[in-house]
């Protein structure tokens, strides 16, 4: 059973960088993809981006191009996402996931979902 931790959220100004950390384990090969989506309150789960767990490529929402960035430690099985350049609309909770679908951007698409982690940006 694949099990994600994230950790890493907190509180943060306008313009400040946090970056979150999710642990994977119980389960190597389980995955293809690893992504970060985020939910704020009333609002639907929205996907931030993802990795492609072996070659690395990444893929991101155009609402964080530019200012986030996915990496991973494949040694480590851990995923982290560097965010820059923060904004209010950017606070939310943040979740890890993992799947088998090479690619995937849907909360759908996805097999294993970590806890959360919460995010606030203030103005």
């Known amino acids: 059973q694949v099990q994600l931790v994230e950790s890493g959220g907190g509180s943060v100004q306008a313009g400040g960088s946090l970056r979150l950390s999710c642990a994977a384990s119980g389960g190597t090969f389980s995955w293809n993809t690893l992504g970060w989506f985020r939910q704020a309150p009333g609002k639907e789960r929205e996907f931030v981006g993802y990795i492609k767990w072996l070659v690395g490529s990444t893929y991101y929402a155009d609402t964080v191009k530019g200012r986030f960035t996915i990496s991973r430690d494949n040694p480590k099985n851990t995923l982290y996402l560097q965010m820059n350049r923060l904004k209010p609309e950017d606070t939310a909770v943040y979740y890890c996931?993992?799947?088998?679908?090479?690619?995937?951007?849907?909360?759908?698409?996805?097999?294993?979902w970590g806890q959360g982690t919460q995010v606030t940006v203030s103005s």
């Open positions: 996931a993992a799947g088998r679908r090479f690619g995937a951007t849907k909360p759908s698409e996805y097999d294993y």
